[in-house]
């Protein structure tokens, strides 16, 4: 069964401090992956998103994401972190070829940014 | 609305009685899911709903829920004999196609007295 594990539950930084989020997935097949960000008082939404092509996703918010196969992870990243990125952070996989949109989520990160 | 509805948006409920929640997705979105996110628990995998095929129930965590699509779009999930261990927040997505991006509700927060 798939499963996503991401390392971090709780993660503090300052302002301006560089982030990493990590994700981890167990499935041998081709994947689509996905980060959603959670803000407080808000719902789920999605951040980035990995179909396929270059494996260094990048978004509108300063994030990126990396896809490394041979590591089955999904690392999120920022250079510069801001008081508004806090917020709760899921990382998502969808097995392509089981031929079902099924979405397994991990635990989650809470990202506490003090100003 | 554009969004994907969900209701009620809050329920409190007496340990044994019977609760539905109730997902309207966004018009035109063939997928539809329900997912549970408790404290700690992270986002976890109820049932999955794609077009007029069998849904995935996989992630149903006992026979006391249950949950039907009418019409390729709105969505009941029901939970019999409520249990205190029910209390979560209940959270409907709908995506456009089978692996796409989801687009999530507000959720239905359920707290069992």
């Known amino acids: 069964a798939q499963s996503v594990s991401q390392h971090n539950h709780h993660v503090i930084l300052s302002e301006a401090a560089s982030l990493e989020l990590g994700c981890n997935y167990s499935?041998?097949?081709?994947?689509?992956l996905f980060w959603y960000v959670q803000y407080p008082g808000q719902h789920l939404q999605l951040l980035l998103k990995?179909?396929?092509?270059?494996?260094l996703v990048k978004g509108i918010t300063g994030f990126e994401a990396e896809f490394i196969k041979s590591k089955f992870s999904f690392n999120l990243r920022k250079p510069s972190v801001q008081w508004s990125d806090t917020a709760e952070y899921f990382c998502?996989?969808?097995?392509?070829?089981?031929?079902?949109?099924?979405?397994?989520f991990g635990q989650g990160t809470t990202l506490q940014v003090k100003p | 609305g554009a969004g994907v509805s969900q209701s009620p948006s809050n329920k409190v409920t007496e340990k044994g009685k019977d609760v539905e929640l109730r997902c309207d997705p966004i018009?035109?979105?063939?997928?539809l899911y329900w997912y549970r996110q408790s404290l700690g628990q992270g986002l976890e995998f109820l049932i999955y709903?794609?077009?007029?095929?069998?849904?995935?129930k996989s992630g149903l965590p006992s026979d006391r829920f249950s949950a039907e699509r009418t019409g390729g779009s709105v969505s009941t999930l029901t939970i019999q004999r409520t249990q205190q261990e029910d209390s979560a927040v209940y959270l409907c997505?709908?995506?456009?196609?089978?692996?796409?991006?989801?687009?999530f509700g507000e959720g239905s927060r359920l707290t069992v007295l």
């Open positions: 997505a709908s995506s456009f196609h089978p692996g796409g991006e989801l687009f």
């Open positions: 499935y041998g097949g081709t994947v689509n």
């Open positions: 990995y179909f396929s092509g270059d494996p």
């Open positions: 998502a996989v969808n097995a392509r070829l089981s031929n079902t949109g099924k979405l397994i």
């Open positions: 018009s035109g979105h063939t997928a």
């Open positions: 709903f794609q077009g007029n095929s069998a849904p995935d």
